[in-house]
């Protein structure tokens, strides 16, 4: 299952349209939905408005994102894990990020909260055992 894209509030993580992103876990509870990717992971806290069809997931809105993955180009130790937090703040963003780079952004909220290209319904459907 390979996505062409993903993005957070209009943004994708790490440079656009460079990275393939691999669905293998989705865990959803009434105030988070969690993904799993090969070696990354996002959380989504208090997300509003989710729609998932055959080939997208989409959610309007959230208050806070967690993007954590290994420093893109290095090993995958714990040295090189990075952490990305998003929270809404009215009608900014404010991103912070820690771990082998690390600040602190601002911008404006560019389209869905966060979205995702795929065949969702692969990962959705599949057998657990």
């Given at each position: 299952?390979?996505?062409?894209?993903?993005?957070?509030?209009?943004?994708?993580?790490?440079?656009?349209?460079?990275?393939?992103?691999?669905?293998?876990?989705?865990?959803?509870?009434?105030?988070?939905?969690?993904?799993?990717?090969?070696?990354?992971?996002?959380?989504?806290?208090?997300?509003?408005?989710?729609?998932?069809?055959?080939?997208?997931?989409?959610?309007?809105?959230?208050?806070?994102i967690i993007w954590r993955y290994y420093y893109y180009g290095l090993p995958k130790v714990n040295d090189n894990i990075v952490i990305e937090e998003y929270y809404k703040n009215k009608e900014k963003i404010e991103k912070?990020?820690?771990?082998?780079?690390s600040g602190v952004f601002q911008s404006t909220i560019q389209g869905q909260a966060f979205e995702l290209h795929g065949n969702i319904n692969e990962i959705i459907n599949k057998p657990k055992n």
């Open positions: 299952m390979k996505y062409s894209y993903c993005s957070i509030w209009g943004v994708g993580p790490g440079r656009p349209f460079d990275n393939c992103y691999i669905l293998t876990e989705i865990e959803v509870n009434n105030s988070q939905i969690r993904l799993c990717f090969e070696s990354e992971c996002c959380i989504i806290l208090n997300p509003q408005g989710v729609c998932i069809s055959d080939d997208v997931m989409k959610i309007e809105d959230a208050s806070k912070s990020i820690k771990g082998k780079i």
